[in-house]
Nanobody, 124 residues
Framework: QVQVVESGGGLVQTGGSLRLSCTASGLVFGNYAMGWFRQAPGKEREGISCIGWSGSIAYYADSVRGRFTISRDNAKKTLYLQMNSLKPEDTAIYYC?????????????????WGQGTQVTVSS
């Protein structure tokens, strides 16, 4: 059974930073591209970043490019998202998922495995 667990969310002021983490079990972590997704209240889930299995290639949504950095540690089976210069519109529940892709600027996954997510709230 694949399980993913996100952590690191919280309440931060505009311009602040947070670092999210995601651990995954039940799969060979290093074999999969891993992605971050978010869902704000009343909106559809949005793919924001995807990193290749080796960590050498990363993709970002326009909304976060230049502010967020995705990384991974395959030995620790952990995915990270460093979020800087946070804005109120970044407020959402953040999720990670395996097997992401980026096509024509859109980050998606066909994964059926989702964790509970971690809440990020950016106050103005």
């Amino acid at each position: 059974q694949v399980q993913v667990v996100e952590s690191g969310g919280g309440l931060v002021q505009t311009g602040g930073s947070l670092r999210l983490s995601c651990t995954a079990s039940g799969l060979v972590f290093g074999n999969y591209a891993m992605g971050w997704f978010r869902q704000a209240p009343g909106k559809e889930r949005e793919g924001i970043s995807c990193i290749g299995w080796s960590g050498s290639i990363a993709y970002y949504a326009d909304s976060v490019r230049g502010r967020f950095t995705i990384s991974r540690d395959n030995a620790k089976k952990t995915l990270y998202l460093q979020m800087n210069s946070l804005k109120p519109e970044d407020t959402a529940i953040y999720y990670c998922a395996p097997d992401c892709t980026s096509h024509e600027g859109r980050i998606q996954t066909s994964s059926a495995y989702w964790g509970q997510g971690t809440q990020v709230t950016v106050s103005s």
